[in-house]
C-alpha cells in the first residue's frame, strides 16, 4: 500500500520558515516527481513545487519562487519543502503527491496539474501570522 505523510507545519510569523517532510512508504521515489500542492481556505489546490529525482529537475511557481527549495533523499525515500520568507498569503494546507509526469514538462507548461498526480498524503496545515 502506497502512502505518503507529510510534517512539518504549523504557526510562524511572516518571515519566518518551516521545513515541511514527506515520507513515502510502499513506493520507491527513484524515478519518480514528487509534488507539493497547496490549498488555501475557499480555494483550489494548486501546485507549488516538484522535483523529479531521476535527474533532480525542480519546478516551482512564481509565487513561491526564491522563497522554497525541494530536495529529496532517496536514500530516506523522502521529499521536503524548505520555506522562508514566509508570507500570510502562504496560509494553506499542503500535500505532497506522486506523478510520473517530468518536472520538465511542468517547467514547459509552467504550472502542475492535479491530474497528472496519483498518490496523495493527508496534508499538513501551514499558519502564517501577521
Known amino acids: 500500500e502506497v502512502q505518503l505523510v507529510e510534517s512539518g507545519g504549523g504557526l510562524v510569523q511572516a518571515g519566518g520558515s518551516l521545513r515541511l517532510s514527506c515520507l513515502l512508504s510502499g513506493f520507491t521515489i527513484d524515478r519518480y516527481t514528487i509534488g507539493w500542492f497547496r490549498q488555501a481556505p475557499g480555494k483550489g489546490r494548486e501546485g507549488v513545487s516538484c522535483?523529479?529525482?531521476?535527474?533532480?529537475?525542480?519546478w516551482y511557481a512564481d509565487s513561491v519562487r526564491g522563497r522554497l527549495t525541494i530536495s529529496s533523499v532517496s536514500a530516506k525515500n523522502a521529499v521536503f519543502l524548505q520555506m522562508n520568507s514566509l508570507e500570510p498569503e502562504d496560509k494553506a494546507v499542503y500535500y505532497c503527491a506522486t506523478s510520473i509526469v517530468t518536472s520538465t514538462t511542468a517547467q514547459e507548461f509552467n504550472t502542475m496539474r492535479k491530474s497528472w498526480y496519483e498518490y496523495w498524503g493527508q496534508g499538513t496545515q501551514v499558519t502564517v501570522s501577521s
Open positions: 522535483i523529479t529525482t531521476s535527474d533532480g529537475t525542480t
